[in-house]
């Protein structure tokens, strides 16, 4: 759960009430995470069980991978989908070929890293200047 994870759990939970697990693989990050008061999961999302243990007894309605590495994002939507899981689905992607494979593996939502960026800071620049916001 880097910035990018740690980023979604906050907003899913404290903008729009939404429970949130997040899943993080360092044992140390797991523990200050906690710490902070982030309900967070140790575990592997790359892992070949791992998807099986978190969507079978849980109910799981959406998934969000944002993971740094496209390769490990959709290794892990490989195993999502053969776990079972039948939510919705979100991701970031790092470039245009990333974002088309991301939709052609039925990722629901994909933001293009870069461009949601570049429109964040857009809108932080605004807000902080106070500037009024066109049609």
């Known amino acids: 759960m880097g910035r990018v994870g740690a980023a979604v759990h906050r907003r899913l939970t404290t903008a729009?009430?939404?429970?949130?697990?997040?899943?993080?693989?360092?044992?140390a990050r797991v523990a200050r995470l906690r710490r902070k008061g982030v309900e967070v999961l140790e575990g592997?999302?790359?892992?070949?069980?791992?998807?099986?243990?978190?969507?079978?007894?849980?109910?799981v309605e959406l998934v969000v991978l944002a993971m740094p590495f496209h390769g490990a994002n959709m290794a892990a939507l490989t195993m999502i989908?053969?776990?079972?899981?039948?939510?919705?689905?979100?991701?970031?992607?790092?470039?245009?070929?990333?974002?088309?494979?991301?939709?052609?593996?039925g990722v629901t939502s994909v933001l293009h890293?870069?461009?949601?960026?570049?429109?964040?800071?857009?809108?932080?620049v605004a807000e902080d200047l106070n500037l009024q916001r066109r049609g």
Do not use: N
């Open 16 to 27: 729009y009430g939404l429970r949130a697990l997040g899943i993080e693989h360092d044992e």
């Open 44 to 59: 592997d999302a790359t892992d070949e069980g791992f998807w099986e243990r978190v969507s079978a007894p849980h109910k």
């Open 81 to 105: 989908r053969e776990s079972g899981y039948t939510g919705e689905l979100a991701a970031v992607a790092r470039d245009d070929t990333d974002l088309h494979a991301l939709k052609a593996a």
């Open 113 to 124: 890293i870069y461009t949601g960026s570049g429109t964040a800071l857009a809108d932080q």
